[in-house]
């Protein structure tokens, strides 16, 4: 499978973007979808993830501002950013994986969507 992340850009804080995934290939397969992100000084950090049984799971940090969402029939997961502040800024990426016995496996990652907040 091949992921295309897309949606980033600037914003104010308060604001919103919403982060588009798009998949070419066998994405079915694959039953995990993720966001992560690279802030600056930081290693790469899960943000969000959903099954395809819609079971969601947050970072703390974005929790009640970000929503991540299934595109059904279609090749494609989004994750909806409000109120953003400037410690979201950073390259996001996305990821199918596998979540089976209670262990998150992550897939191949596409390039990131660069996000800037300005205060």
């Known amino acids: 499978v091949q992921l295309q992340a897309s949606g980033g850009g600037l914003v104010q804080a308060g604001g919103s973007l919403r982060l588009s995934c798009t998949a070419s290939?066998?994405?079915?397969?694959?039953?995990?979808r993720s966001w992560y992100r690279r802030t600056p000084g930081k290693q790469r950090e899960l943000v969000a993830d959903?099954?395809?049984?819609?079971?969601?799971s947050y970072a703390n940090a974005v929790k009640g501002r970000f929503t991540i969402s299934n595109e059904y029939g279609q090749d494609v997961f989004y994750l909806q950013m409000n109120n953003l502040k400037p410690e979201d800024t950073g390259v996001y990426y996305c990821?199918?994986?596998?979540?089976?016995?209670?262990?998150?496996?992550?897939?191949?990652w596409g390039p990131g969507t660069l996000v800037t907040v300005s205060s």
């Open positions: 959903i099954t395809t049984d819609d079971e969601r």
């Open positions: 290939g066998d994405f079915y397969k694959f039953n995990l």
């Open positions: 990821n199918a994986g596998y979540l089976g016995a209670g262990r998150k496996t992550l897939g191949p």
